[in-house]
């Protein structure tokens, strides 16, 4: 499968505890977004890179929340001190340049926060 | 700025009736327009887009016109399947940006009975 992974799939943590999730786009995609899912909402922008530099962080993404693309592949998002309101579906997509513009989604990482 | 209305669901409907979720949007540049759907478990994919006015997108008998004067990008289906139940999301992506995140309508769950 050459599609966009993600994981985990699934993550329930406690409050107040760091979750760190991974990306793996498809190959040779230049560009990797993440995007945040609420239950009855549509996905919402938080950051993006092409290649290893991240262009733009969304005012959603608060100083809790980091996101690295060290060599150009894989991305991670890591939340630090987790709240109830980041319970939330958190999706990645990539794509090779804004010519294309579609978007490749993965299957997301559900997160619960207790 | 950039902004999408989607018709609120849920929709439900008999197998073969006609489909149509309304879309409209806002945009400050020049979009092009998409619709995601989302199947139970798996990630967002894209159903089809259009990328400039009068385009017709189309895919698995599913239809959407770009239309600029009224601002929509309404999607249709003249014979539903109950294969068809699932979230479909209207999308804009903004041309002028290099930024080229996707801006999303909140959603429309379908359901249809056989």
């Known amino acids: 499968d050459t599609g966009v992974s993600q994981n985990p799939r699934h993550k329930i943590t406690k409050r107040g505890q760091n979750v760190t999730f991974r990306c793996d786009p498809i190959s040779e995609h230049n560009r990797l977004y993440w995007y945040r899912q609420t239950l009855g909402q549509g996905p919402e922008f938080l950051t993006y890179?092409?290649?290893?530099?991240?262009?733009?962080k969304s005012r959603l993404l608060s100083d809790r929340f980091s996101a690295e693309r060290p060599k150009g592949s894989f991305s991670t998002l890591e939340i630090q001190r987790t709240e109830q309101g980041d319970s939330a579906m958190y999706l990645c997509?990539?794509?090779?340049?804004?010519?294309?513009?579609?978007?490749?989604f993965g299957p997301g990482t559900r997160l619960l926060v207790l | 700025g950039n902004s999408v209305t989607q018709m609120e669901g849920p929709v439900t409907l008999s197998e073969e009736a006609f489909l149509t979720i309304n879309c409209t949007y806002t945009a400050t540049g020049y979009p092009s327009l998409f619709w995601y759907v989302q199947y139970p478990g798996e990630g967002l994919q894209l159903l089809l887009k259009a990328t400039k006015a009068d385009d017709k997108g189309s895919n698995k008998g599913f239809e959407a016109t770009y239309r600029k004067e009224t601002t929509s990008f309404h999607l249709e289906k003249g014979s539903v399947q109950v294969s068809d139940s699932a979230v479909y999301f209207c999308a804009l992506s903004d041309r002028g940006s290099t930024l080229g995140r996707l801006y999303f309508g909140r959603g429309t769950q379908l359901t249809v009975w056989p």
């Open positions: 997509a990539s794509n090779l340049d804004t010519s294309a513009e579609t978007q490749y």
């Open positions: 890179f092409q290649n290893e530099a991240q262009l733009e």
